[in-house]
């Protein structure tokens, strides 16, 4: 159970770093991948989401609840699924909104539109955006997984060693 927590907290601190990295690779002095730079630059561009929400506070907020949810399943805290709840909605709302369509058309888009908008990734059966948000979903699960406490049922009689 050690090794799945350790591998769920990898796993989420890759991810708030890969999302955080269009703004961390300048002060390090690299570029950032051509992806996170188009996806800066329309996240920048747009109108506050939803008409009320800045785009950066919904993108700051997912990386530290996924950085804060990695730190309470590392210490074995089993309310770090809550946290990363939090960031998976404030990350999917991000994603849904820089995505551009209207909430009537994200399922009844027709499939020019779907493969227009994954770019290279025309191949896929689903858009690339569905299939992130089912990753993050199923990540979210193991996060409630590994963070299950095992508690050993003790007998009336038996010493606790």
Do not use: C
């Not at 699924?81 to 709302?93: C, E, I, R, S, T």
């Not at 779907?114 to 896929?124: D, F, Q």
């Amino acid at each position: 159970m050690k090794l799945l927590r350790f591998v769920v907290v990898t796993a989420v601190l890759a991810y708030a770093g890969w999302l955080a990295w269009p703004w961390i690779a300048p002060l390090l002095g690299t570029g950032a991948p051509a992806d996170a730079e188009a996806m800066r630059s329309s996240a920048e561009a747009g109108a506050p989401l939803f008409g009320v929400v800045p785009w950066w506070t919904l993108l700051v907020a997912a990386i530290a609840l996924y950085v804060v949810a990695a730190l309470m399943l590392g210490s074995g805290s089993s309310k770090a699924a809550v946290a990363y709840f939090l960031g998976f909605l404030a990350d999917a709302a991000l994603r849904l909104a820089i995505d551009g369509r209207a909430p009537a058309d994200l399922f009844t888009a027709p499939e020019a539109t779907v493969a227009s908008a994954a770019g290279e990734t025309a191949g896929l059966p689903l858009d690339p955006l569905w299939l992130t948000i089912g990753g993050l979903l199923v990540l979210g699960l193991l996060v409630i997984v590994a963070g299950r406490r095992i508690r050993r049922k003790r007998l009336p009689g038996q010493f606790a060693y």
